[in-house]
């Protein structure tokens, strides 16, 4: 009797210790790619910026990703279609075949769908506009002297095309505090936003061409993922058996529906162990690399042409014909090409489609989270006359790895961007 009850309390002990619960775990998982909540991962401009003594910010210029939006059609309707697995779940549960916690269960099965995720594709959602207007916000009370009045010379302010980056926009102005401030329209044919939309090459050779998303489809029939698939598969237990389309849109569900502004959990996301989401997190990484990072050579240089505006925002304001504010709008694509142009984030070795690397710089959970920032601030120094520096912000953080502390003399930022202003968009047209 006494051993009967030694072997079912350390089976039950086993029990309890073996099953991973979400709902109550102290650190869960959230970093979700390119669908990550802009919270997750940002700093505070308020507590971080970098205040230099003797030293006065002038210009500011940024590149904001829109915030979170609805998804697309096709991962819309996937997702849609992926609802009814919770009830599949629930069988497994009740026949004891699902080895998810009660509490998973049970939350995932008092989930209530938001039909205006799928009803309106690719919209803003409430917390991406809190997210763009969080960002104007703290911006306005970090730089309070040089954002107090705004005349309309001193700014510009430009989404790419898209409703949803329109609201971003609005978003990110509102956050300014500032009700009369103009928003330019979106450009419809060539802009330094979204130069790839019109670049030929770009369209065929990377864009539209099956080989730039190879890498990514490649990791699918690596260990990890098939590990990480038939783990989910058991897991849950159920009789269906899941596709890679079927795991995606439950990932989708579980990231889609976590929010980062009330920290609140998806119970979607109890499917997966953190393992689980690392790997289909590097997925994303993948095609990110290939689709418009270092992966493909044409990346870069559609990076630089974004930059040069940068250059030029800069060396107007320290003519005096300046603004004190420009800042932009637009897609993952461009921050990726953004910053592979500025050779930040930038790997040894190009990203493998086997095995994951866990220490990669190349992290689409940073690089192209929702409202994902790069903000470039330009001092004045009253040091010595004609005395600039330029400070960098990543996600609201000092970018410590493009100069010393993020701060880059203005002699180190122009040997940066310079040679940019070289780069045109010919490459683009030949054949
Ligand atoms: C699973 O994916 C397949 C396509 O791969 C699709 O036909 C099916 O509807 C999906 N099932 C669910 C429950 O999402
Ligand atoms: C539970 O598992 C058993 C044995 O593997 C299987 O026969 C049964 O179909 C499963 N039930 C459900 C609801 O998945």
New binding site residues.
């Given amino acids: 009797m006494k051993l009967l009850l030694t072997v079912l309390a350390i089976c039950s002990i086993q029990t309890v210790s073996s099953t991973f619960c979400f709902w109550n775990t102290g650190c869960p998982y959230k970093y979700f790619s390119n669908k990550t909540p802009y919270n997750s991962v940002r700093g505070d401009i308020r507590d971080s910026v970098v205040k230099l003594t003797g030293c006065e910010p002038v210009s500011i210029w940024g590149l904001i990703r829109h915030g979170q939006r609805n998804p697309g059609t096709e991962f819309g309707k ?1 997702m849609k ?2 609802l ?2 919770k009830e599949h779940v629930e069988a497994s549960y009740n026949k004891g075949n699902c080895s998810l916690c009660a509490q998973d269960v049970e939350n995932l099965l008092n989930w209530q769908v938001n039909m205006e995720m799928f009803d309106k594709p690719f919209q803003l959602t409430k917390e991406g506009y809190q997210e763009s207007e969080g960002i104007g916000r703290r911006f306005k009370q970090a730089f309070p002297k040089l954002l107090e009045k705004l005349d309309q010379h001193d700014y510009l302010f430009r989404p790419a095309q898209g409703a949803w980056m329109a609201d971003s926009a609005k978003g990110f102005v509102k956050g300014l505090g500032n009700k009369d401030l103009t928003i330019q329209p979106p450009k419809t044919n060539f802009d330094i936003l979204s130069p790839y939309d019109t670049c030929k090459k770009y369209i065929t050779d990377v864009k539209g061409n099956p080989e730039t998303y190879a890498p990514s489809v490649r990791y699918l029939s690596s260990s990890e993922y098939l590990a990480s698939k038939d783990r989910i598969q058991r897991r849950l237990g159920i009789n ?1 058996i899941l ?1 890679d ?2 795991i995606t ?1 439950l990932y989708d569900l579980c990231r889609y529906t976590t929010s980062g502004l009330e920290n609140k959990l998806s119970p979607w996301c109890a499917l997966f162990t953190t393992q689980d989401l690392k790997v289909l997190e590097y997925i994303a990484d993948l095609r990110h690399y290939y689709k418009s990072g270092y992966g493909t050579p044409i990346n870069e240089l559609l990076g630089q042409i974004t930059l040069t505006d940068l250059l030029k925002s800069f060396k107007d304001a320290k003519s005096g014909k300046g603004k004190k504010i420009t800042s932009y709008v637009t897609h993952a694509t461009m921050m990726d090409m953004v910053y592979t142009a500025l050779q930040l984030f930038k790997d040894d070795e190009p990203l493998s489609t086997s095995q994951r690397k866990a220490d990669r710089k190349w992290r689409s959970s940073k690089l192209a989270v929702f409202s994902s920032n790069l903000m470039a601030v330009l001092n004045k120094c009253d040091k010595a006359v004609d005395d600039y520096n330029v400070v960098f912000y990543f996600n609201e953080e000092p970018l410590q790895s493009i100069c010393r502390e993020g701060v880059c003399t203005w002699q180190e930022f122009e040997d940066k961007l310079s040679p940019f202003t070289e780069t045109n968009t010919e490459f683009c047209h030949n054949e």
């Fill in positions: 996937h279609e992926a009814v697995i269906y596709t389309t079927n849109a």
